[in-house]
């Protein structure tokens, strides 16, 4: 009986003492006197053979790697994984960990210096970039929870990282997994037109990923800006101006093309003014008129004989075959266009109306009905011109501030999108000229033209 009275006693003490009594274990810091075989983050991706793709596994080189991390999960553009490259300024090599926790900002905070121990880690190829991970049969995982501590130190070492100064026209594998800044650039008009400005990635055409079309003010060239429809910003909208944005340079979900990545809205410093082209503006009249000057629905074309019959000029311009095609969609002609399944690149196929005499009517409004699919890239523009010498590329074009749609990343489209276009403050004879500009095998957006018309009074 004393026995039970002591040990119940015993438990009583125990259950008195309050939670916060117990010391919080300290996060341990691994101090820059670090002890142990380092390589660099080039060597390591240097292990992988790129023409087998077979999966590489570090086993007894006590050997670690140290780098800077230059991604964040806090806003959850970034999910599992973190970004280091080896230096905090003009780095050399990038490389992406992944680590089974979904807030690692908290402890591997942007420019913080960390350590990874490779025995143990595989090294794969996986949406076009090089990923440190655990082998899981035929795949590379993240490290489990569990086992970070065994993989991953923490140093006290904190440093500002200075993006790496690119131009689109630079971009290329070597810099994949790098912090990287663009400078005067825009995203495409037609994601911020006055009618509708797009969000980061909370709109319909939006899946996994919204990819917003960067452009050049200087160049023209394009790239994309990708936020996972995960984050909490992606609900925002874009910013409408030019200016600079930094991020990481890395490759698309289907490693079709590269993208940049953002931790935050905020590196996004874009209020300064639009480098747009001059398009032509008469005025804001786009209703149609009782009148029809010119009009093509395509009924009846079957091929580009029947098209040149109609006075149509469609050309490819870049030495290849493909061209604006006649089709038959859900029992409705349209002609369409896409680089899919080609080896052209560049494909630069234009496709050019009869002349239209403006003389013959007054408020004169250009329609057209456009239609996307299978999206990658805004690759379509529309021009007109007052002298067509017959071949595009010689002749002086005017660009329409046309309406072209985002489609779907994955599959067809059903939605035409129309554009309504003044033509009234001009006179005489005019063309309108339909440029695609795009190449396989990563820009190869398909898309579908139809009902063109032009009305007046």
């Known amino acids: 009986m004393k026995k039970l009275m002591l040990i119940f006693g015993i438990l009583l003490m125990f259950s008195c003492v309050k939670t916060d009594d117990f010391a919080i274990p300290e996060l341990v810091i691994q101090e820059d006197n670090f002890e142990g075989n380092l390589t660099t983050i080039a060597s390591v991706k240097g292990n992988f053979n790129f023409e087998t793709e077979e999966i590489y596994t570090f086993r007894e080189t006590e050997t670690y790697i140290s780098g800077y991390v230059i991604s964040s999960d806090a806003a959850g553009n970034f999910y599992k994984e973190i970004i ?73 070492e904190v440093k500002e990282i200075k993006p790496l100064r690119l131009k689109i026209s630079e971009f290329s594998s070597e810099f994949n997994n790098m912090y990287i800044k663009l400078e005067n650039v825009q995203f495409d008009r037609n994601f911020v037109r006055e009618d509708q400005v797009f969000s980061f990635a909370s709109n319909p055409a939006d899946r996994y990923d919204g990819e917003r079309q960067l452009e050049s003010c200087e160049t023209g060239e394009t790239t994309f800006l990708s936020t996972s429809t995960f984050s909490n910003f992606k609900s925002l909208l874009i910013p409408s101006g030019s200016g600079s944005i930094e991020g990481i340079l890395t ?56 098209l040149n019959a109609r006075d149509f000029t469609n050309v490819n311009v870049s030495g290849g075959e493909k061209k604006f095609a006649p089709m038959m969609v859900n029992g409705n002609r349209i002609l369409r266009i896409s680089a899919y399944n080609t080896i052209e690149n560049p494909l630069e196929a234009w496709l050019v109306t009869p002349k239209i005499d403006l003389d013959i009517l007054s408020d004169e409004v250009l329609n057209f009905d456009i239609l996307s699919s299978y999206d990658n890239g805004l690759l379509l523009k529309v021009f007109l011109t007052h002298n067509f010498t017959g071949d595009p590329k010689t002749t002086e074009w005017l660009p329409l501030d046309a309406n072209i749609p985002l489609g779907p990343s994955g599959s067809y489209s059903e939605i035409f999108k129309k554009s309504a276009i003044d033509l009234s403050c001009l006179e005489g004879k005019v063309w309108i000229g339909f440029q695609y500009l795009g190449g396989a095998p990563d820009k190869t957006t398909t898309y579908d033209l139809d009902n063109i018309r032009v009305t007046g009074n």
């Open 84 to 156: 280091l490259q080896d230096k905090v300024e003009n780095p050399t090599a990038g490389i992406q960990i992944l680590v089974d926790d979904n807030s690692l900002f908290e402890t591997y905070d942007f420019g913080r210096k960390i350590y990874i121990k490779l025995d143990g880690l595989s090294l794969g190829f996986n949406n076009g970039v090089l990923q440190l991970g655990v082998q899981n049969r035929g795949d590379v995982v993240a490290i489990p929870n569990s086992l970070i501590d065994n993989f991953i130190t923490r140093s006290s």
């Open 251 to 306: 490759r698309d979900f289907y490693d079709e093309h590269f993208v940049i990545v953002v931790n935050l809205p905020t590196q996004l410093d874009m209020n300064g003014p639009r480098c747009d082209p001059e398009f032509l503006k008469c005025s804001e009249n786009q209703m149609q008129g009782s009148h029809i000057l010119f009009e093509e629905n395509f009924d009846g074309v079957t091929s580009n004989t029947t």
